[in-house]
């Protein structure tokens, strides 16, 4: 790199893309408007220089930590890890072709023996083990991440144009104010004026247009009657956004100006921040919730009655799902939502509506019986708390889960993109709302309750140090669910992200067979991949999901002696309403993976040959308008981490729609709009900060993996590292000192317990985004592109709860030390 630009290395990895763009030039001059002119010169040669075709081999044998394997590109084998082939693709896709700033880049990846070593030696002179980027920043302000909403953008009616021109106001008190436009369309318009102005939300305007009277010869009537419907302050000035009121008539006005829009919205640019804003919530969405392992449920209300009707699941929630399978594979699930819990729950205010549940199953005589209690059912039989968390906790089946419950509407099923009708044909039908047949099945939905394992082997632990009462275990009845009154049904549903799927599926009919326990049912394959099988079965299946089945494919094995294809053991992941067709899974032993090296060789095999598939639901959209509803009500944390060169850094948070429990340890340093994320960087483990750690060798499509943190937090202390302080609850050697931990905690401020889910994100899926993603490509190449590489970038998502009221449980910490705790009150 040409010296003197290092400073620019940002810039540089957001100019990749369009470097080969015909308006590269003036990309380059608005995108790089402050630097100054030579060094502007210098970064478009060095861009140019990396631009260069490369053939050169790369071979990463010995220099990475890291498995090579041979990776082919256009006729060259190269030897590259899982973290190199990454960042080949991902450099590639931005020059378009292998060049020279690829091969730099993947000789430089974070692995990389060499770049490791540097580092280390950088770490002695930097504060926190902080990259030089970021030493500028005072430690409060590196942790910094802006807030996203996964519903809050909506689509607009029309185009919106940027034009700039003088407008004249006039308020109902007829004063006049002298404004700016900002951007404008036939039905809206956004305007900048004064601050020392008065208006406010509801206010009834009217607007005339000096600057088209003077420019355009328009006519200097009456003015265009507006009503204000947001205000922001953030800047020097406000800026109003403001709504026509169509309340009068004014087809000359109109006709002007959807011609003027239409003449110049190549010329002023139309405005796209509502796009740009939706596709950035989009696709950080899908990297998040096929990765949850939470499993939402939803609830209808019929009169005074709660029913729970739905639920998702997804390969990493599944495990709650078996748990609450009886020996028939029958789902009980529904034994959590007792009558009197979700009413408990209905009582309290929005935000406190959550708790914590504990249960078990004992097997007897061959059928399962459930039991769960309540923190609050415990404590109303304190005879029996001791013996039900002693009894429970010793038993392999033993659960902690975390209930939390929030309100929602079925209208919040319907997405439509951020665009308006009059895009294209193709937008429009996109933006078609659900037919009334879907409609009908979600109209009586009213809340959201969410189900997440918050069990650890640290509580585990804790709960069987409680002395053991056998004479009470016979009064654990209580808490037993009786197996004569079956829980409501609840029909599940698999996430709908058909795009992500990390394997493209193929027709294949073929002979199976299928085995479990006794069971022994014949049916042919009706499309496979190299992990999954969907198949049709001649009789209906007795089973539900979340069983495991040994498969034998007869026809197939004929057809290889180097591969066993009998006894292999797949999942159940879903069942069809008919129960005539069963998906499955490959599991991981051994032998599954045989039987999945000879389906990628089969493909590999006959690509020309094979048909690839896209699945139909069986209810055409329930399954994307369950997901949707749930993005618009998603109850823990969402954050996102970024990779910048060789850094993980916080990228933003998932806005939740009501006041959260961990508000005051994130806003702590930020203001509304951000949030910061010092928590989860804080802890120190192996030298590493705990994102860099926990995020070293985990591999993309993994379950997510658990974490608990336990923090000090003293908002009093000025210097954010005396006032948050974390451990993890595996960094205690024994339960004495994390209760000493969280007594020292609650003496100087405040204790919280963190739960958290880290997933290593994948690639984003585009095509999900293609029609806005279009739109904007259209007007802007170069922010199309850097939105496309701001998704690529995207490196992780921690799911965030909070379970202090459980550790604190957990720990022998009574009702008012919690209540105490939770207000910031000394106990």
């Known amino acids: 790199m040409a010296a003197g630009i290092e400073q620019y290395q940002e810039l540089i990895e957001q100019l990749k893309p369009v470097v080969k763009e015909p308006a590269f030039n003036q990309i380059l001059s608005q995108v790089a408007a402050n630097v100054p002119r030579p060094k502007r010169f210098l970064l478009k040669m060095e861009l140019k220089r990396q631009a260069k075709p490369c053939q050169r081999i790369i071979d990463l044998r010995g220099s990475v930590d890291g498995e090579c394997l041979p990776y082919e590109f256009d006729g060259i084998t190269h030897y590259l890890d899982d973290i190199a082939q990454e960042v080949f693709e991902r450099q590639v896709r931005c020059f378009g072709a292998y060049t020279l700033g690829v091969y730099e880049a993947v000789c430089n990846t974070e692995n990389n023996f060499r770049v490791m070593h540097s580092k280390q030696l950088a770490e002695g002179e930097m504060l926190s083990g902080e990259a030089d980027t970021q030493q500028s920043l005072p430690l409060e302000s590196r942790y910094v991440a802006p807030l996203i909403d996964f519903a809050g953008v909506h689509q607009r009616r029309e185009e919106r144009m940027n ?170 699930l529904g034994y959590l939502f007792g009558r009197q819990r979700l009413q408990q729950l209905l009582a309290r205010e929005a935000n406190q509506r959550e ?76 933006n078609q709302p659900p037919p009334p047949r879907l409609m009908s099945r979600l109209k009586n939905l009213r809340h959201i309750a969410l189900i997440t394992d918050i069990s650890s082997e640290w509580a585990t632990q804790a709960y069987q140090k409680r002395k053991l009462q056998k004479q009470l275990l016979t009064k654990l009845q209580l808490f037993c669910h009786p197996r004569n009154r079956a829980p409501a049904s609840i029909l599940p549903f698999r996430f709908k992200y058909q795009e992500l799927r990390r394997e493209t599926r193929f027709l294949l009919r073929t002979p199976v067979q299928l085995v479990h326990q006794d069971l022994n049912l014949s049916g042919v394959s009706e499309d496979f991949s190299a992990s999954g099988l969907r198949i049709e079965l001649q009789h209906q299946f007795p089973l539900d999901a979340g069983v495991q089945l040994e498969i034998s494919l007869p026809k ?184 000493e931990f969280i007594s020292q905690a609650m003496g100087k401020g405040r204790f919280f317990a963190l739960k958290l889910f880290i997933t290593k994100t994948g690639r984003p899926d585009i095509s999900l985004l293609h029609s806005e993603l279009t739109y904007v490509n259209g007007y802007a190449v170069h922010k199309a592109k850097m939105l496309e590489e701001q998704l690529w970038n995207v490196a992780a998502t921690v799911d965030l709860l909070d379970i202090t009221t459980e550790v604190m449980y957990r720990y022998g910490f009574n009702s008012h030390h919690i209540e105490a705790n939770s207000s910031g009150h000394e106990v």
């Open 163 to 332: 034009f700039v021109v003088p407008v004249e106001l006039f308020t109902e008190l007829k004063e006049s104010v002298h404004a700016t436009s900002i951007d404008i369309s036939v039905s809206g318009l956004k305007v900048k004026a004064h601050k020392r102005y008065m208006f406010k939300p509801g206010e009834k305007i009217t607007v005339h247009f000096r600057g088209l009277e003077l420019d355009y010869g328009l006519s200097r009537g009456e003015g265009v009657h507006y009503l204000v419907t947001d205000i922001d302050h953030s800047r020097e000035e406000q800026r109003l956004a403001l709504k026509r009121l169509f309340d009068q008539e004014q087809k000359a006005f109109d006709q002007f100006l959807e011609r003027f829009i239409q003449g110049n919205k190549r010329r002023y640019k139309v405005n796209m921040d509502n796009t740009i804003d939706a596709i950035v919530a989009k696709g950080y969405e899908q990297y998040y919730i096929p990765n949850i392992t939470s499993v939402p449920v939803y609830i209808a209300q019929h009169g005074d009655e709660l029913e729970p009707q739905y639920l998702l699941f997804n390969d990493c929630n599944r495990e709650i799902f078996r748990y609450w399978q009886d020996e028939d594979n029958h789902l009980r």
């Open 355 to 430: 708790m914590v549940l504990f249960a078990f199953s004992h097997v007897t005589q061959g059928r399962c019986y459930f039991y769960s209690a309540s923190m609050e059912e415990l404590d109303a039989n304190p005879e029996l708390k001791g013996a039900f968390l002693a009894y429970g906790s010793r038993k392999i089946s033993w659960r902690v889960f975390k209930l939390q419950l929030s309100e929602m509407h079925p209208e919040q099923c319907h997405l439509p993109l951020s665009l308006p009708d009059s895009v294209s044909e193709m937008v429009r039908r996109q």
């Open 556 to 739: 197939l094995q004929k057809l290889t002696q180097k591969h066993q294809l009998s006894g292999i053991y797949y999942d159940v992941v879903h069942v069809s309403a008919d129960r005539n067709i069963v998906h499955l899974m490959l599991g991981d032993s051994s032998r599954e993976q045989h039987a999945k090296a000879f389906f990628q060789e089969l493909i590999k095999n006959n690509r020309r040959s094979l048909k690839p598939v896209h699945e139909q639901q069986e209810m055409a959209g329930i399954g994307e308008a369950l997901r949707n509803i749930y993005a618009a009500n998603i109850l823990n944390l969402a954050a996102f981490i970024r990779k910048d060169g060789i850094q993980l850094l916080p990228d933003s948070l998932a806005r939740v729609p009501v006041e959260h429990s961990l508000a005051p340890l994130l806003t702590y340093r930020s203001d509304e709009q951000h949030r910061n994320l010092y928590v989860l960087y804080a802890a120190r483990m192996e030298s590493r900060n705990f994102i860099e750690h926990s995020l070293k060798g985990m591999r993309t499509h993994n379950v997510p993996s658990a974490f608990e943190l336990f923090v000090a937090f003293n908002p009093k202390q000025a210097n954010i590292q005396q006032a948050i302080q974390v451990k993890l609850a595996m960094q205690f050697s024994n339960d004495a000192l994390r209760r």
